[in-house]
Nanobody, 115 residues
């Protein structure tokens, strides 16, 4: 059973920073891509960024230059550093593993950007 758990959400003022972390169970997960999605109230879930097992990344245009994803395959963790946050970044952020049979989603963590 694949389990994905996010942490690190919270509230921040515009221009601030937050770091999200994601831990996935199972050492074999390091061979598969992972990513972060978000869903704002009343909107569809959208992909923020995806990272392959080799570290190739694909960012949504709305976060390019502000968000940075990284992964530690030895620890089966993925992090998302979010800088220069904007009110429109407010959403529930989900970590996902593309392990076969999935995707496998975490429970989500709330990020709120407000003055």
């Amino acid at each position: 059973q694949v389990q994905v758990v996010e942490s690190g959400g919270g509230s921040v003022q515009p221009g601030g920073s937050l770091r999200l972390s994601c831990a996935a169970s199972g050492s074999i997960l390091r061979f598969y891509a992972m990513g972060w999605y978000r869903q704002a109230p009343g909107k569809q879930r959208e992909r923020v960024v995806r990272i392959t097992s080799l570290g190739s990344t694909n960012y949504a245009d709305s976060v390019k230059g502000r968000f940075t994803i990284s992964r530690d395959n030895a620890k089966n963790t993925v992090s998302l550093q979010m800088n220069s946050l904007k009110p429109e970044d407010t959403a529930v952020y989900y970590c996902v593993s593309e392990f076969p049979g999935g995707p496998y989603w975490g429970q989500g963590t709330q990020v709120t950007v407000s003055s």
